[in-house]
């Protein structure tokens, strides 16, 4: 094959190929930026859980758990915790995730250790509404299943 | 030597390599903390470790990815460096933010650290890989645009190789996607998506540039085969890394909010990324076949197969794996990622830094025809036990995570949980410390290579 190519010719697939596949990338970028409002529920981000994601960022959660199956595989998928241990109930969800943030670090030796945040109620709260919109997001149906 | 002025290269090398091995040791810190979770806690947590391992890789491959241009571009370009000043202050910034930056992991709690540089006027924290405050992100882009302007303006001024454009276009590439750091939306789904922008568009895009351009100007120098020969190959394995990358970044648009049709369109152009890797395997042996002179510096070579060989494996292999989206719905965010994510950053770039090191640092330190061959040996030792090491950690995390697959993911009901399959799993978790440990041995031995001297053989250069 080598032969039949001459440098020339390499050169040209390069510039053509990369700037081609680079503005496709954008035409789709675009495209999903049209349909993501309909699959991300943006209208349903409340100042709550704009404060949840800055919890969530501010005490590198990501740096054990994942999130949608992104970050660290230290710790359990958090993107559908709340169908997990709130049964996909808000209320029973909030009163759930009170308790465990407060009883951390848990004393069971040799357990994977979660660090005490030393968060106020209303941070938690928001950390909850944050998850509770997270799992609402139109992933394509992921997980297969609710352990996650 | 060339040119007096590659000589800043050294310090860039050095410096990586102590990084480095800061790295292997947070990495055996994680190593038992998922055995025993008591680890250090709760002085060092999981996720401050493992923020400094991989922040400590991604800034010694960048101080890796420096040395090599101030190396090779003014030899390419034929011409001293622009400013050997300039080179030295971006060097000393950057290592004091480095510095900096890590100790600010290890010594405050991280909301704290969020809370003293102000991260709420500007929030960047908190997102994998890009834990920096938003203060480092800016360093890093002063630094960045600091030595982008000082090796364009040797390259502007000297002759143009194809090899110094496509580092050149590479490293402006890298610069340019860092910006996506700054970008980070409430919208969770918007900040994943453009997130990858700077990780995948790194990794599978402008840092293959790089690291082509870099194998290329080795083989150039310890094989003596025809340059036009070389730069054709090289035109098009990154023709087609980035034809097949950019649209690949689509096998991570699966699961985090992106339409369903990029479960097509990632399946099918991921499924192509791999064959720029193949080639580059096959070039560089086919190269080293045709070699015309047989340099001293032999582990140089080495290493450039190796790189080739490793990258293939890591980023091909194991990222054909479970790039294609009915695979990559169980396997997503399990231990497979993790056992792909480490042989592909070994076997691609970390490599790719130890391969320019081999044949640069031999002749920045007066040797001009390599090492003496005792010290040779011992690289050459350390070469395969850290390769092997590192195959070693891949295959046990394999294990790990098919396991993990098998208990957690598959069972439609009854699953079992993700801290119960974990507890299972430990055995494997064993033999991966195993493993790591030998690769800190590898890097001992790596590390001591420096220091043989001897009589080097044979002619001179
Ligand atoms: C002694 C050897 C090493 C050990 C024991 C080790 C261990 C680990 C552990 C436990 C994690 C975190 C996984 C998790 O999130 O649960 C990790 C992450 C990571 N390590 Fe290492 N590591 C080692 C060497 C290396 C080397 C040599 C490289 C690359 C050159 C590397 C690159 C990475 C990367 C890229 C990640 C993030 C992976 C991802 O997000 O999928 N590590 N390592
Ligand atoms: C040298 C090049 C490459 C490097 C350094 C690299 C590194 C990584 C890392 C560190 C991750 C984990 C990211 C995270 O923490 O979320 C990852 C994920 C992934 N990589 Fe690569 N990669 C490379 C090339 C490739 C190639 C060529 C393919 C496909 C053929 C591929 C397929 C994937 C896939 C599908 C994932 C997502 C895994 C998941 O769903 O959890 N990678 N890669
Ligand atoms: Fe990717």
Request: net charge neutral.
């Amino acid at each position: 094959m080598s032969e039949r190519i001459t440098k020339s010719m390499a050169r040209n697939i390069y510039f053509g190929g990369s700037l081609f596949f680079f503005l496709f990338l954008i035409g789709l970028t675009v495209d999903t930026m049209i349909q993501l409002p309909e699959r991300d529920n943006r209208d349903q981000i409340t100042e709550s859980v704009a404060l949840g994601k800055e919890v969530w960022e501010h005490n590198n959660c990501i740096g054990c758990h994942s999130l949608m199956g992104e970050g660290a595989y230290y710790a359990p998928e958090l993107a559908n915790v709340f169908n997990r241990r709130g049964n996909s109930d808000e209320e029973t969800f909030k009163r759930y995730l009170g308790v465990w943030m407060s009883i951390q670090p848990l004393q069971t030796p040799g357990r994977r250790k979660m660090p005490q945040f030393n968060l106020t109620e209303e941070e938690v709260n928001g950390l909850a509404d944050f998850l509770i919109w997270t799992s609402r997001i139109d992933d394509n149906d992921w997980p297969p299943n609710i352990e996650g | 030597m060339k040119f007096e002025s590659q000589q800043v290269a050294k310090p860039y090398f050095i410096f990586a390599l102590i990084l480095f091995a800061g790295q292997i040791i947070f990495g055996l810190l994680m190593g038992m903390q998922y055995i025993n979770g008591d680890t250090l806690f709760p002085h060092i947590p999981f996720n401050v470790a493992r923020m400094v391992h991989t922040n400590l890789l991604i800034v010694w491959l960048l101080f890796g990815f420096m040395g090599a241009a101030f190396y090779l571009i003014p030899e390419e370009a034929e011409t001293e460096l622009f400013s050997p000043k300039l080179a030295m202050i971006t060097f000393w910034v950057f290592a004091a933010a480095g510095v900096a930056t890590i100790l600010g992991y290890l010594l405050v709690p991280y909301a704290e650290l969020a809370h003293l540089t102000g991260n709420a006027l500007w929030p960047t924290m908190g997102r994998e890989f890009l834990e920096q405050p938003t203060i480092t992100k800016l360093g890093i882009v002063v630094v960045v645009l600091a030595f982008i302007f000082n090796i364009g303006m040797t390259v502007l001024k000297g002759r143009k190789t194809v090899i110094n454009l496509i580092l050149v276009t590479g490293l402006i590439g890298l610069a340019v996607f860092f910006l996506f750091a700054f970008y980070n939306p409430t919208n969770l789904v918007l900040d994943k998506y453009f997130w990858w922008w700077v990780v995948h568009l790194w990794v599978e895009g402008v840092w293959e540039l790089i690291m082509g351009a870099i194998l290329a100007f080795v083989l150039i120098k310890v094989t003596g085969v025809d340059r036009e020969y070389i730069e054709k190959w090289l035109y098009l394995i990154i023709a087609l890394a980035l034809i097949s990358g950019l649209v690949g970044m689509g096998h991570h648009y699966y699961w985090i909010g992106p339409p369903a049709y990029w479960l097509w369109l990632g399946s099918f152009f991921s499924a192509l990324e791999p064959i720029p890797f193949f080639m580059m395997m096959l070039y560089a042996f086919d190269v080293v076949r045709k070699r015309r002179i047989n340099p001293n510096n032999k582990i140089a070579t080495t290493w450039a197969l190796g790189t080739a060989t490793m990258a293939f494996l890591g980023a091909g292999v194991w990222g054909f794996l479970h790039t294609l989206a009915p695979v990559n719905y169980y396997t997503h965010g399990t231990q497979i990622t993790a056992a792909h994510g480490h042989l592909a950053f070994f076997g691609a770039y970390a490599m790719i830094v130890m391969t320019i090191i081999s044949y640069a640092m031999p002749i920045l330190r007066g040797r001009e025809d390599g090492n003496p061959p005792e010290a040779q040996k011992l690289e050459r030792a350390a070469f395969w036990l850290m390769c092997i090491s590192m195959m070693g950690i891949t295959l046990a995390l394999t294990v790990a995570g098919a396991w993990q697959v098998s208990l957690q993911r598959l069972p439609e009901s009854g699953a079992m949980g993700f801290i119960d399959t974990q507890i299972q799993i430990n055995p494997v978790y064993w033999t991966r410390l195993l493993f790591g440990s030998l690769f800190a041995f590898g890097l001992v031995l790596y590390f001591a290579s420096f220091f043989v001297s001897g009589k080097t053989e044979g002619k001179t250069a």
